[in-house]
T-cell receptor, first 111, second 114 residues
Framework: KNEVEQSPQNLTAQEGEFITINCSYSVGISALHWLQQHPGGGIVSLFMLSSGKKKHGRLIATINIQEKHSSLHITASHPRDSAVYICAVMNYGGSQGNLIFGKGTKLSVKP | DAGVTQSPTHLIKTRGQHVTLRCSPI?????VSWYQQVLGQGPQFIFQYYEKEERGRGNFPDRFSARQFPNYSSELNVNALLLGDSALYLCASSFETSGIDTQYFGPGTRLTVL
């Protein structure tokens, strides 16, 4: 079992829909990252969370430390939101706190 | 201010060859981490360097090595290339190594081994 699990693996939505991507992890963490990866490989950091909730524009990220679960929400989705969204955790123990990644959720937003 | 830069962007090698990938962190960042992303998978941690010292190593064979220079730029070296080394190699920089420090990713180097 992977230490970081994301669901769904693939997601197709119509423009304007509300989208939720989930991330569950099994290790102790110091922080959780939500990343966006566009075709071609470039990765952009969207959020870093250690508790509670963060909002940036149409993106909202929440984390529940007790349940070891985080969600990324996109409101009023748009085709330009199409990308792979990756959850990554900063492991509390192990190798100097480096990121453990989920496999990503591929989001496609249709006009 | 420039972001994390990596070179080359694409590279084609044959089995058994050696490759060197380069990364320049954001100005002022002292920590550089390397990740390997095989097609369809999430990235896997290879190395972290901070102040020219190795601070962490993932589960990769000794064919993989890295170093960090006094200007905090870094090189990742892979010897005796295998077909399975074909991947996107990502470099990320951060100011320090703390668990709550945001990492900034470069565009990656896509390595193809034939």
């Amino acid at each position: 079992k992977n230490e970081v699990e994301q669901s769904p693996q693939n997601l197709t939505a119509q423009e304007g829909e509300f989208i939720t991507i989930n991330c569950s992890y099994s290790v102790g963490i110091s922080a959780l990252h939500w990343l966006q990866q566009h075709p071609g490989g470039g990765i952009v950091s969207l959020f870093m969370l250690s508790s509670g909730k963060k909002k940036h524009g149409r993106l909202i990220a929440t984390i529940n430390i007790q349940e070891k679960h985080s969600s990324l929400h996109i409101t009023a989705s748009h085709p330009r939101d199409s990308a792979v969204y990756i959850c990554a955790v900063m492991n509390y123990g192990g190798s100097q706190g480096n990121l453990i990644f989920g496999k990503g959720t591929k989001l496609s937003v249709k006009p | 201010d420039a972001g994390v830069t990596q070179s080359p962007t694409h590279l084609i090698k044959t089995r058994g060859q050696h490759v060197t990938l380069r990364c320049s962190p954001i100005s002022g960042h002292k920590s550089v981490s390397w990740y390997q992303q095989v097609l369809g998978q999430g990235p896997q941690f290879i190395f972290q360097y901070y102040e020219k010292e190795e601070r962490g190593r993932g589960n990769f064979p000794d064919r993989f090595s890295a170093r960090q220079f006094p200007n905090y730029s870094s090189e990742l070296n892979v010897n005796a290339l295998l077909l399975g080394d074909s991947a996107l190699y990502l470099c990320a920089s951060s100011f320090e190594t703390s668990g709550i420090d945001t990492q900034y990713f470069g565009p990656g180097t896509r390595l193809t081994v034939l």
